[in-house]
T-cell receptor, first 115, second 112 residues
Framework: NAGVTQTPKFQVLKTGQSMTLQCAQDMNHNSMYWYRQDPGMGLRLIYYSASEGTTDKGEVPNGYNVSRLNKREFSLRLESAAPSQTSVYFC??????????????FGAGTRLSVL | QKEVEQNSGPLSVPEGAIASLNCTYSDRGSQSFFWYRQYSGKSPELIMFIYSNGDKEDGRFTAQLNKASQYVSLLIRDSQPSDSATYLCAVIPIQGAQKLVFGQGTRLTINP
C-alpha cells in the first residue's frame, strides 16, 4: 500500500500562474484534508472533505479551490499563485470524521515556491 | 488565544534523559488528542492518541491528559538522538469534530 500519494513533490511558479496539486489515497478512507505548513506556524487546514461529494473550508481557504474527484482523490488548485502561497502543502486522509476514527495519515508533501 | 498552544522550543535534552513536551488547548469540550512526530523535511507521523484522562503508555512514550487543566503532555523516556524532531500536538475540538487543530510544534533535540 502506498498510503497517501502527493504529486508533484516540488514546484516553482511565477506570480499569477495556476497549478493543481494532486492527492490520492489507497486506504479506502472517507475523509481527506489539505494543509499548509509555514515555519513556526504548525499545520493550518486549507480545505477538507468529510466524505465523497462534500468539501468545506478550513482555517486559511482564500486563494485556493478543491475538488473531491472520487473517494480516492482530492485535488487543490491555486488559480493565481501569490508569493504568500509559498509553503509546504500536505494532504492527509482519515477513515472518517469524528472523535475516535480521525487519525490522519499524511502524504510526503509538496514544496511550492512562488516567485 | 490560540486553540492549541505549544512551546516552540528548541528543547534540548541529554541522551538517556526524559523529554517532556507540553500542549494546552482552549476548547474545554475537546475530546481527542494526538501527538505527531515530524522529522526535518518529512511529513508528520502519528505517535500516540489519547481520549481519556490519565496516562497512556506505548514503549518509551507516555501521553498524559488532564482535562480539568486543559493540557496534554508527551513524555519520552530514555531519549535517543533519533527522537530529535518536531512534535506536533493536535486536538479535535468538540465543535469541529470533523477536523484536527494543530499546535505550532515543539522542536526537540537530543544531545549525545
Amino acid at each position: 500500500n502506498a498510503g497517501v500519494t502527493q504529486t508533484p513533490k516540488f514546484q516553482v511558479l511565477k506570480t499569477g500562474q495556476s497549478m493543481t496539486l494532486q492527492c490520492a489515497q489507497d486506504m479506502n478512507h472517507n475523509s481527506m484534508y489539505w494543509y499548509r505548513q509555514d515555519p513556526g506556524m504548525g499545520l493550518r487546514l486549507i480545505y477538507y472533505s468529510a466524505s465523497e461529494g462534500t468539501t468545506d473550508k478550513g482555517e486559511v481557504p482564500n486563494g485556493y479551490n478543491v475538488s473531491r474527484l472520487n473517494k480516492r482523490e482530492f485535488s487543490l488548485r491555486l488559480e493565481s499563485a501569490a508569493p504568500s502561497q509559498t509553503s509546504v502543502y500536505f494532504c492527509a486522509s482519515s477513515e472518517q470524521p469524528g472523535l475516535a476514527k480521525n487519525i490522519q495519515y499524511f502524504g510526503a508533501g509538496t514544496r511550492l515556491s512562488v516567485l | 488565544q490560540k486553540e492549541v498552544e505549544q512551546n516552540s522550543g528548541p528543547l534540548s535534552v541529554p541522551e538517556g534523559a526524559i523529554a517532556s513536551l507540553n500542549c494546552t488547548y482552549s476548547d474545554r469540550g475537546s475530546q481527542s488528542f494526538f501527538w505527531y512526530r515530524q522529522y526535518s523535511g518529512k511529513s508528520p507521523e502519528l505517535i500516540m492518541f489519547i481520549y481519556s484522562n490519565g496516562d497512556k503508555e506505548d514503549g518509551r512514550f507516555t501521553a498524559q491528559l488532564n482535562k480539568a487543566s486543559q493540557y496534554v503532555s508527551l513524555l519520552i523516556r530514555d531519549s535517543q538522538p533519533s527522537d530529535s524532531a518536531t512534535y506536533l500536538c493536535a486536538v479535535i475540538p468538540i465543535q469541529g469534530a470533523q477536523k484536527l487543530v494543530f499546535g505550532q510544534g515543539t522542536r526537540l533535540t537530543i544531545n549525545p
